[in-house]
Structures are given as C-alpha cells and as structure tokens.
C-alpha cells in the first residue's frame, strides 16, 4: 500500500523557517511529480510548489522567493523549505505525489494526511 507521510510542521513566528518532509513509501518504483499543498480554513486547497522527476519546479506566486522544493529520487522523499513565513502561510499542508508506479500496480494521484504549520506571534 503507497504511502505519503509528513514531517516537519509546527508553530513558527512570523519572520521564521520550517522544513517539510514527505516520504513515500510501499514498492515505489517510480514518482513523475511530486508536490505539496495547502488549505487554510474556509479557503480551497490550493498548489504551493511541484517538483517533475527531472527537476522542473513550479511555485505559487504567493511563496516565489521565500519557498524552495527539492527532491531524493533515490530515497522517493520531497522537501519544502519554507523561509521569511507569514502569519497568512498558516494552513494544512498535503503532501501530493502524481504518477506514481508502485511494485504491481499505478496511482494517478495520491495524498498525505496533512500537517498543521502555523505562522504565529
């Protein structure tokens, strides 16, 4: 069974520095594009940045600059780098992984279960 697990989140004051985490695990063979989201109360969940197998990124308009994703192929695992945070940063982050080929099997998409980061004073 494919799993994505988060790691990483927590609360940070404005001005501040997290590092997320999220490994996939369960027979991967093989992850196109792997990526995070996020969805603050009230609000639709929404793309932070993606990263392609080969290292093509895509970012939010909101977070160029102050967010960086980087991946481990070999360990199936991406990272969110995430500086200069602000208190409208503060939302459930998913880890998300998009043609995924696992030992018997493909997922089109698959998810993490989310991690709380909060930007707060």
């Known amino acids: 069974q494919v799993q994505l697990v988060e790691s990483g989140g927590g609360l940070v004051q404005p001005g501040g520095s997290l590092r997320l985490s999220c490994a996939a695990s369960g027979g991967i063979v093989s992850v196109n594009v792997m990526g995070w989201y996020r969805q603050a109360p009230g609000k639709q969940r929404e793309l932070v940045a993606a990263v392609r197998s080969r290292g093509t990124t895509t970012y939010a308009d909101s977070v160029k600059g102050r967010f960086t994703i980087s991946r481990d192929n070999a360990k199936n695992t991406v990272y969110l780098q995430m500086n200069s945070l602000k208190p409208e940063d503060t939302a459930v982050y998913y880890c998300?992984?998009?043609?995924?080929?696992?030992?018997?099997?493909?997922?089109?998409?698959?998810w993490g279960q989310g991690i709380q980061v909060t930007v707060s004073s």
């Open positions: 998300n992984a998009e043609e995924l080929y696992y030992i018997g099997g493909y997922s089109p998409r698959s």
